[in-house]
C-alpha cells in the first residue's frame, strides 16, 4: 500500500464547510417555518376560534400575517388541531389562505380588542443567500469530487496515469528470509540484487545489466513475493502493478500509463518494476486472439516493448514480470535485451514444503504432536499459498472447537477439507449404501497395502466431502522425479480397486468409480502417447505434451497420427486398463478375508489409519509372498 492508498484526515477546511453548511440550512428552514407559534400555547382550529369568538370567550386577539394569537377570558378546556382536549387561557390558530371578510365583523360586535403586528419581511442580502444555497451546494460538491479526483489517481483527471502501487521500504520489507524454499529461483535473483547494489562493478568490465526477468510458474508458488525480497534486499524502489492495470475503456491510455510507469521509475532509480500476470497485455500479436493492429492490448504492448529497449545505460532500472502462461506470450518480449532472464519457480519439492510451513507456522500455537514433516510429506503438489491455506484452515477449526492450541486432528482435517471440500452433512445413506462405500474404499485401500510398487497407505475414511463420498489417502515416501512402469500400472490398479471390490461383494457396479475410472484412462493414455510405455506401439511418442506444462492444457495443435495409429492407441488403453482391472480383482480375491475386515471396521469408524489397516491385513491368512515380496514384513501373518 502507498502513501496514496492510505486514508488521508479530513482537512480543517472541509469541516468548516460542512458546518457552515449546515448552518445555513437550518436558518433557512426556521426562517421559512417563522416565529409564528409560542411555546405551550395549544395549535386549535379556525373553527374552533369562531366558536369561541361566538359564545364570548375570546377577549383579545393579535393578527400577524395570517397568524392568529387570542387570549380568553377565563380558562377553558379546548380541543386542540391534533384531537387533544387541553386545559388554556390562551389559543392560536391560521387564518385561511383566502382570507374571511366576516371576521373583522365578528370581532365587532363580540367587542373583542383587536391589535394588529405587521409581519417582518426577510431582508434583501438573506433572500439573496438562501436563493444562492443550492449553486453553494454544487461548488462544494464538485470541489469535494475534484480534490478526490486528484488525491485518489483513478478519477478522469488522473486517467493516464500507471496506478502502480510504490511499496514503502520501511514498513513494507520483505527479504529472502521471508521465502521459504525456491531455492534455485533465489540463487538466479542474488545476481540481480548485485547487478542492483553495484552496478558499475559489472559496467566497469563492459557487462550490460539485465533489463527485464521473467518469473515463470503455476499460481501461488510465491514469484510476486521473490520480486518484492528482491526489491528489499536491494533496498530500491519497488513498483507493482498487473497486467490488467494498464487497461482501459479509452482509446490510447494503456500506452499513456506504460510512459508513465516508466517515468517515474527512471526518477526513482535504482528500481524495480514488478508486472503481475503479463500475459494480460503480452499475449502474441496476430494469433486471432486480438481484433487487428489497432487493438488497444497491442498498443500497449508496443509501447512496454519500445519502453523496455529504450533504456539508457545509466537509468538502473529492472523489469520483473511474473506469469503462468509463458506459452502465449509474444516472442518480442522473451528476445535478449528485453526479458533477459527466464526464472522458473516450481511446486516446492518436500524440503521446501517443509521450510515453508515451518515458516507459517511461527505465528501459530501448535500442539506438540503436530508434525509438519508428514504434512509435507502428505501434500505433494501443494503451493506455497495452499500450505499457507492449509495451516489457517487447521487454526480455523481449532478455534472453532476452542482449543488453546492446533492439534494434528485439526491438520488432518484441514487437509481433507482443502484436498477435497466441506464435510456434507445430513445425507441420509442407506444401509446398502453405507456398504457399497466402505467396500469401495476398502478395495483401494487393500491394494494399496499389498501392491509392491505403491505409495505407502496413510488413511481410509467414508465422510462424504465435497463431491467426494470417500478418500483413500496415500504418502509418497519421498519425492518423485522419475516414475517407472511398474508403479504407473500399480498406481491404476489401486484406482480400479473400488469397482473391484464392488463386483467382487455384490456381482454389480456404482457410479462411485467415475473419477476413478476418469483418472485412470488418463494416466493410461499418457502412458500411451507421451512416455511410450505400451508394448503395442512401443518407443513411439503419438502425441507432443501439453503447451502449458503448468495449467494442464493449452491449444489444441490437431492430432499428429493416422486412423490406424488412432485404433491401436485405444486397443493399447483398453488393454492396460482391463489388464490392471483384473489383476485387482484377483488380487481382492486373494485377500478377500481382508476386505471383509477393513470394510466392516470401516463401516463402525467411517475413517481408519494406515497402521490400522495393516494390522487387519496382518491377522489374514490370505497374504502371500508373490503378490508382495517387497512388503512382507509389513503384512505377512
Known amino acids: ?89 390562551e389559543l392560536e390558530a391560521e387564518l385561511p389562505a383566502m382570507g374571511d371578510p366576516e371576521l ?21 442580502w438573506w433572500t439573496t443567500l438562501l436563493g444562492m444555497l443550492p449553486l453553494l451546494a454544487l461548488i462544494a460538491v464538485w470541489m469535494y469530487v475534484i480534490r478526490r479526483m486528484r488525491s485518489g489517481g483513478e478519477g478522469l483527471l488522473s486517467i493516464g496515469r500507471s496506478g502502480a502501487r510504490v511499496y ?100 526513482s532509480a535504482p528500481s524495480i518494476i514488478f508486472i503481475d500476470e503479463l500475459d494480460a497485455i503480452g499475449g502474441r500479436r496476430g494469433a486471432g486472439v486480438w481484433v487487428g493492429g489497432a487493438d488497444e492490448r497491442e498498443r500497449t504492448l508496443n509501447q512496454l516493448l519500445s519502453e523496455m529497449s529504450g533504456f539508457e545505460p545509466s537509468a538502473n532500472v529492472i523489469v520483473m514480470a511474473a506469469t503462468n502462461r509463458p506459452d502465449i506470450l509474444d516472442p518480442a518480449l522473451l528476445r535478449p535485451g528485453r526479458f533477459d532472464r527466464r526464472i522458473e519457480v516450481d511446486l516446492p519439492t518436500q524440503t521446501d514444503r517443509l521450510q515453508i510451513l515451518q515458516l507459517h507456522a511461527r505465528k501459530m500455537r501448535l500442539a506438540k504432536d503436530v508434525d509438519l514433516e508428514d504434512v509435507a510429506r502428505g501434500t505433494p503438489g501443494f503451493s506455497g499459498a495452499d500450505l499457507k491455506n492449509l495451516l489457517n484452515e487447521a487454526a480455523l477449526l481449532a478455534a472453532r472447537k476452542d482449543r488453546g492450541e492446533i492439534t494434528t486432528e485439526d491438520v488432518e482435517a484441514a487437509t481433507d477439507k482443502v484436498l477435497m471440500g466441506l464435510e456434507r452433512e445430513g ?38 466431502r465435497g463431491r467426494a463420498m470417500g478418500l483413500t489417502k496415500q504418502l509418497p515416501e519421498r519425492e518423485r522425479y522419475v516414475y517407472e512402469r511398474e508403479y504407473m500400472l500399480d498406481r491404476i490398479t489401486v484406482m480400479m480397486g473400488g469397482r473391484a471390490a464392488e463386483e467382487l461383494v455384490f456381482g454389480t457396479y456404482t457410479s462411485g468409480a467415475q473419477d476413478d475410472l476418469f483418472q485412470a484412462v488418463s494416466l493410461v493414455r499418457r502412458m500411451v502417447l507421451e512416455w511410450g510405455m505400451s508394448d503395442a506401439l512401443g518407443p513411439v511418442v ?14 489444441w495443435l490437431g492430432r499428429e497420427y493416422s486412423e490406424h495409429t ?64 517387497s512388503r512382507m514384513a509389513e503384512v505377512s501373518p
Open 104 to 124: 373583522l365583523a365578528l370581532l365587532r360586535r363580540q367587542s373583542v380588542e383587536v391589535n394588529v403586528i405587521e409581519p417582518v419581511p426577510p431582508s434583501t
Open 1 to 89: 500500500m502507498t502513501g496514496n492508498d492510505r486514508a488521508r484526515p479530513l482537512r480543517p477546511t472541509a469541516f468548516l464547510m460542512f458546518y457552515v453548511m449546515l448552518g445555513l440550512v437550518l436558518v433557512w428552514i426556521v426562517t421559512r417555518s417563522g416565529l409564528r407559534t409560542t411555546p405551550d400555547v395549544p395549535h386549535v382550529t379556525y373553527t374552533e376560534l369562531l366558536r369561541q369568538v361566538e359564545i364570548g370567550s375570546v377577549e383579545r386577539v393579535t393578527l400577524q400575517g395570517t397568524s392568529i394569537h387570542g387570549v380568553l377570558r377565563s380558562p377553558t378546556q379546548l380541543p386542540t388541531a391534533a384531537g387533544e382536549l387541553v386545559e388554556t387561557s
Open 168 to 267: 514503502d521500504r520501511s514498513r513494507e520489507r520483505v527479504t529472502f528470509d521471508d521465502v521459504a524454499g525456491a531455492h534455485s529461483a533465489k540463487q538466479e535473483l542474488a545476481e540481480i540484487i548485485e547487478f542492483l547494489r553495484s552496478p558499475e562493478r559489472f559496467r566497469r568490465l563492459g557487462a550490460e545489466i539485465p533489463k527485464g526477468v521473467l518469473l515463470v510458474g503455476p499460481p501461488g508458488t510465491g514469484k510476486t513475493l521473490l520480486a518484492r525480497a528482491v526489491a528489499g534486499e536491494a533496498e530500491v524502489a519497488f513498483f507493482s502493478i498487473t497486467g490488467s492495470d494498464f487497461m482501459e475503456m479509452f482509446v490510447g491510455v494503456g500506452p499513456k500509463r506504460v510512459r508513465d510507469l516508466f517515468e517515474g521509475a527512471k526518477q
Open 566 to 629: 488412432a485404433r491401436r492407441v485405444d486397443d493399447a488403453v483398453e488393454h492396460i486398463i482391463t489388464t490392471c482391472y483384473g489383476r485387482a480383482l484377483s488380487t481382492l480375491q486373494l485377500h478377500r478375508d481382508g476386505l471383509e475386515r477393513v470394510a466392516a471396521r470401516l463401516r463402525e469408524a467411517e475413517e481408519l489409519g494406515g497402521e490400522e489397516i495393516l494390522a487387519l491385513i496382518r491377522s489374514t491368512k490370505t497374504v502371500t509372498t508373490a503378490e508382495r515380496p
Open 427 to 464: 445425507l441420509a445413506l442407506t444401509e446398502r449404501e453405507i456398504r457399497f462405500l466402505s467396500f469401495h474404499e476398502a478395495g483401494h485401500a487393500v491394494l494399496a497395502a499389498v501392491l509392491p510398487h505403491t505409495d505407502p497407505l496413510h488413511k481410509v475414511t467414508i465422510v462424504p
Open 542 to 555: 503419438a502425441e507432443r505434451p501439453r503447451t502449458n506444462v503448468y495449467l494442464g492444457e493449452g491449444p
